[in-house]
């Protein structure tokens, strides 16, 4: 399978940076989950081109704090190695915590560096990393919680349509201007219909968000018990690791799943201790990339299953590196609308991405030219070494 660190002494110095700034691209439709309120635009506003030393340009999405936090100092003329420039910029986010956006910037920093090396190495950055196959197994979901019953099912039976051996989508109902009242009648009521509309083949899953209490998730998985879930994601607050202890002290019989609002590799071991069946780090929330080698690797210890979140046209990339039944998610309802707005996409058919191999690095691009036909570029600014 390759490495399970990445540890490069490549020196690198950054030389220049473009930053594309959006406004705000719309959604078709407004998503929205159980906690998280309404979602209507994608949530791409920014996008960075990294320029090294030896003319390599990385491409990647970026946050405008990632602009203005990391870029001051990473242009600033020094060279130092892969390591040097992972050890640095993390050990100085050390006091904003391992859970902030500084720690997600790390991240960031991380694949563009990666991207940078892949494309010197003259390598796709899935092949460069390690991965000994050119494809990623995923599952599609969505399934807002706003959708109407007819709606949610035509949108699952469309997925599985797709060759997607699960299907995931929002629970959680409720009504009240803080949705304070549970409505589980309804989430068992989508769920069974789901299942009329899918038939027995298709796997099920359903995310929470964190909704509910333990009292309340214990309630739901009883209510669920015989519907044949796959799995139920995230149904309590994601650090209550005591909580899930609880959940399964009651005996509660469904596999669970959490792990996409954590940031590093720590964060997991907990889950692993305490009950959750299915570990989800995500992508684009990472302080370390290599953590989702070792998340992957203490799931496999562990008896565990892996997966993985995040923008998945990035996401199959790293994806390469994981194991058959080792999937990554592929979000429909908020992806979709965003790789209509990219270069060299990768593939989904029949539960797995196809990678392109052809070109160096990662080969993702957001659509530039597009996004400005559209009337969504906002503005571009150079940046250089002081």
Known sequence: MGISEFSFEDPIQFTKAVFYHFHPIPLPKPFRDA???????????????????????AHY????GFVKDFLPQILNGETKSYNAWKKTMYWRIRNTGFQSAQAVNCGTLEIMMLDLLAQRAGLPIHRFMGADKDWAAAYKGGGAIIRDDDELCEEMARYASEGTATVKF??????GELGEVLDMDRDVRRIEKVRAALGPDVGIAVD???????????????KTENLGLEWIEEPIHSHDYNGIKQLKDMGV???????????????????AEKGIDILQPSLGRMTRIDDLLKIRDL???CGLEFQSGGRAAYNAYFGALYGENERIEFHAPITEPVHDLMLNVPEFKDGRFTLQTDIP??????????????GYMDSRTVYLPK
């Open 208 to 222: 929470c968000n964190q909704k509910f209490t333990v009292e309340q998730a214990y309630e739901f998985c009883k």
């Open 35 to 57: 906690t998280g309120g309404m979602g209507r635009f994608v949530p791409e506003r920014g996008y960075l081109e990294l320029y090294d030393q030896e003319g390599m340009c």
């Open 170 to 175: 929002k629970v959680g109902s409720s009504s």
């Open 361 to 374: 690095g990662m080969p993702v691009r957001m659509n530039l030219e597009k996004i400005e036909a559209l």
């Open 299 to 301: 799931a496999r210890r």
């Open 253 to 271: 019989k469904q596999r669970l799943a959490a792990g996409e609002s954590m940031r590093i590799y720590y964060a997991y071991e907990p889950y």
């Open 61 to 64: 999405t970026v946050s405008e």
